[in-house]
């Protein structure tokens, strides 16, 4: 059974820094795709970032381009997502998921909720 | 930059009976869309992609349909379960989302 387990969130002031972690499990997850996407309370969902299966080929939303950074570990089966200069519109849940045939996310973790306020 | 838009944002149905769910794409996305079913709490499941495959464990009750700009949600007989929110997501050379449409109860 594929398992995302997000981890990380948490409140944090402007300007702060956040780590967060996704463990995965039940799939090989050098072989796949990844994504980050996030929804803030009350709205929709909205990408955020994308990594290939080597690490070496990233996207990010125009919004985070400089501010987030997405990493992978393969042999530790871990997805991870740095969270810089944080605003407080940055304020959501934020979600891992693997990507299949043609980028689109299917499997999803339950998310890890990232408060920004002062 | 490619806008995804949904229609209508809430749609009131009767149980048993059908729903369609409308989302439109700003250009030309070709087959690259997708759909997700959102229960409160809990994180997207995805019903759709490749506007008209259904992904796995999926009940034939929900078809997709459309290509290029306009594509369709159907959802027949619906059940208790059904009345949640469904996104749509455009994917592949961008990811964008939809802004939901909620189903519920008429």
């Known amino acids: 059974e594929v398992q995302l387990v997000e981890s990380g969130g948490g409140l944090v002031q402007p300007g702060g820094s956040l780590r967060l972690s996704c463990a995965a499990s039940?799939?090989?997850?050098?072989?796949?795709?990844m994504t980050w996407v996030r929804q803030a309370p009350g709205k929709g969902l909205e990408w955020v970032a994308n990594?290939?299966?080597?690490?070496?080929?990233?996207d990010f939303l125009d919004s985070v381009r400089g501010r987030f950074a997405i990493s992978r570990d393969n042999a530790r089966n871990s997805l991870y997502l740095q969270l810089n200069s944080l605003r407080t519109e940055d304020t959501a849940v934020y979600y891992c998921?693997?990507?299949?045939?043609?980028?689109?996310?299917?499997?999803w973790g339950q998310g890890t909720l990232v408060t920004v306020s002062s | 930059e490619i806008v995804m838009t949904q229609s209508p944002p809430t749609l009131s149905v009767s149980p048993g009976e059908s729903a369609t769910l409308s989302c439109r794409a700003s250009?030309?996305?070709?087959?690259?869309l997708a759909w997700y079913q959102q229960k409160p709490g809990q994180a997207p499941r995805l019903l759709i992609y490749?506007?008209?495959k259904r992904a796995t464990g999926i009940p034939a009750r929900f078809i997709g349909s459309g290509s290029g700009t306009e594509f369709t949600l159907t959802i027949s007989r619906l059940q208790s379960e059904d009345f949640v929110v469904y996104f749509c997501?455009?994917?592949?050379?961008?990811?964008?989302f939809g802004q939901g449409t909620k189903v519920e109860i008429k």
């Open positions: 990594i290939n299966p080597d690490g070496n080929d990233k």
């Open positions: 039940g799939f090989t997850l050098s072989s796949y795709w």
């Open positions: 997501l455009h994917y592949n050379s961008w990811w964008r």
């Open positions: 250009q030309s996305v070709g087959y690259n």
């Open positions: 998921a693997r990507m299949i045939s043609g980028y689109v996310p299917d499997s």
């Open positions: 490749g506007a008209s």
